[in-house]
């Protein structure tokens, strides 16, 4: 997410547009003059998060549980990530471009 805010940031001080970056005009597309290529290191820091968290939260709870149990407790690990995945959509609406920062 600091990655992120970071990059949201110089997104809204890069020219020509420094305050605010406006819709996209089907005449005059005018956007900020910054890379693509910058939010690649926040895909990177995703896919290491899901590495630590995920893979380690599987194999803890697949380790831990008894052997009648164990699908069941991996589901409810599972289930975290699915409450965490809804609140994320449910977030998403509030996120407009005036809210951002």
Known sequence: M???AFIQYQI?????????VPKPDKNK??????????QIPAYFFIAISEIFA?????????????????????SLFLFTSA?????????????DDPDLL
């Open 29 to 38: 597309q005018q956007y900020n003059d910054i890379t693509v290529a910058w």
């Open 54 to 74: 995920s893979v380690t939260g599987l194999e803890y709870a697949f380790i831990q549980a008894p052997p009648s149990m164990k699908s069941i407790v991996m």
């Open 12 to 20: 809204y001080h890069t020219g020509p547009n420094y305050d605010y």
């Open 83 to 95: 409450i965490g995945s809804i609140l994320n959509i449910a977030l998403v609406p509030v996120s």
């Open 2 to 4: 600091g990655w992120s």
